[in-house]
């Protein structure tokens, strides 16, 4: 999610010079930096007489460009159909819809005006139909590329990262409590352990993959009027469950915070009332409603998607964005102490 020093990267000046000499954009008016999403993807919104545009250089790790080319294909298979994703711009001559420069890899998208959710249950519905949606226009799309693969399901390598905390934790934070810090890494592998093994009982793994998005939350949709009118960042598109999107999709959703930067704030719990609405909303446009075997996995993957999503950035770099990691690990043990008691009414909430 960052880089180690917590901070954006940015463009240096002559490379977004050559990089926008690509493309035809006509006079350019105004170049601002664009800090949502990933500190790692430096983006800039360009204004030009002819519109607005945002630009992107792809994070190290998801630049290759056979994954780029993948992602570009789902989003224009999807604008093909009538989804909401920005239009990608090509570059001059060739139309290709990615450019490399200097070893790295760059997009330009057309730039799009919403809001971003405001937690009414009328765009948490909205959000799980966008996503029913994508995955059954998906399931018609054969990729030119290999799809990438991945899951945060039953990772073997969850307790060598958990290992890894307690020195990158002190590393940034030399007064870190280690003995709390001990205790809430012991917790959440327990957790992430049980999680995985209530999952796979379901049957999990005899699942067929689809085509997801991969990162599913509040930050990669905009809304107009309270509907859904851009879907950003297909990064993490892959071939996984569609119960990963959407267990990711209610974690986030559902969500309760408070300042972003003080978690041990934060409400212990999450929106039933919100969970509900997305679930609700993307039965309505899934290929298939959300089976029994699939209900009974949902809160125990989203367990494991909140225990890996924290775990690996704070095992790297001792923090998650720039927020303690012990005050952060021991939110999550908080909302993982919630979810227990409420398996069954999270199980309960499309039957």
Avoid at 298 to 316: D, Y
Wanted: a positive charge; glycine letters at 8%.
């Amino acid at each position: 999610m960052v880089d180690e020093s917590g901070r954006h990267q940015r463009f240096e000046a002559s490379d977004l010079a050559i990089v926008l000499s690509h493309y035809d954009l006509g006079v350019i008016e105004r170049i601002q930096p664009f800090r949502r999403g990933s500190r790692r993807a430096p983006k800039v919104r360009i204004t030009t007489r002819h519109g607005e545009f945002l630009l992107k250089r792809r994070a190290v790790g998801k630049d290759d460009p056979y994954r780029v080319a993948f992602t570009h294909g789902l989003q224009l298979h999807l604008a093909q159909r009538g989804f909401p994703v920005p239009r990608l711009i090509g570059t001059r001559g060739h139309n290709n819809s990615m450019l490399q420069h200097g070893g790295r890899t760059y997009e330009l998208f057309e730039y799009i005006s919403g809001q971003r959710y405001d937690r009414s249950t009328a765009e948490a519905e909205q959000a799980g139909v966008t996503l029913g949606a994508l995955h059954r226009l998906l399931a018609d799309h054969r990729p030119k590329y290999e799809p990438p693969t991945g899951t945060f399901h039953g990772l073997s390598e969850i307790d060598a990262r958990l290992a890894m905390i307690p020195d990158a934790v002190a590393a940034v934070d030399n007064e870190c409590d280690a003995a709390a810090l001990a205790d809430t890494c012991a917790f959440l592998g327990d957790a992430y352990r049980e999680a995985a093994k209530r999952v796979d009982e379901t049957g999990y793994r005899r699942w067929a993959p689809c085509l997801v998005h991969g990162d599913w939350h509040p930050g990669n949709l905009l809304y107009q009027q309270r509907v859904v009118v851009s879907v950003l960042d297909f990064d993490s598109g892959r071939l996984e469950t569609r119960m990963a999107d959407v267990a990711n999709a209610a974690l986030q959703f559902s969500m309760k915070m408070g300042k972003v930067e003080s978690p041990e704030n934060w409400p212990d719990g999450l929106s039933i009332r919100l969970m509900k609405g997305l679930l609700i909303g993307y039965n309505q446009a899934a290929p298939r409603p959300i089976t029994p075997e699939e209900r009974r996995a949902l809160p125990w993957l989203m367990i494991e998607a909140l225990i890996l999503e924290s775990v690996l950035p704070i095992a790297r770099v001792g923090l998650f964005g720039q927020i303690n990691g012990l005050t952060f690990l021991q939110m999550v043990e908080r909302k993982i102490r919630w979810i227990k008691p409420h398996v069954e009414k999270i199980v309960s909430l499309t039957e």
